[in-house]
């Protein structure tokens, strides 16, 4: 079983960066499909990012062209690199993987969740 803990969430201005990570422990599985979501309040949780087989990735609209995914498999470690943030941005931000290879965009889709990181954009 795999662990995934978040980290790197904070208040921050609108048009300034943050960078997530996203730690894996236990049981890894390097070849599988992870993401990030995000949940803002009274909101249901929707797809962010995500980065699957052969590091293929995909965006939500929204934040394409701003935000970044990668992952460092050799540390079990993924990272959502954000940029020019928007007051919209802000939410609890969640780390997940899915037992498959190939990436998908549906929060029913994904196994294995961290705890999320409260990321705040203010004005």
């Known amino acids: 079983q795999v662990q995934l803990v978040e980290s790197g969430g904070g208040l921050v201005q609108a048009g300034g960066s943050l960078r997530l990570s996203c730690a894996a422990s236990?049981?890894?599985?390097?070849?599988?499909?992870m993401g990030w979501f995000r949940q803002a309040p009274g909101k249901e949780r929707e797809f962010v990012a995500g980065?699957?087989?052969?590091?293929?990735?995909d965006y939500a609209d929204s934040v394409k062209g701003r935000f970044t995914i990668y992952r460092e498999n050799a540390k079990d470690t993924m990272h959502l690199q954000m940029n020019n943030l928007k007051l919209e941005d802000t939410a609890v931000y969640y780390c997940?993987?899915?037992?498959?290879?190939?990436?998908?965009?549906?929060?029913?889709?994904?196994?294995?969740w961290g705890q999320g990181t409260q990321v705040t954009v203010s004005s």
């Open positions: 997940a993987l899915r037992f498959s290879r190939y990436v998908r965009t549906w929060q029913n889709e994904y196994d294995t």
């Open positions: 236990g049981r890894t599985f390097s070849s599988y499909a």
């Open positions: 980065i699957g087989w052969s590091d293929y990735t």
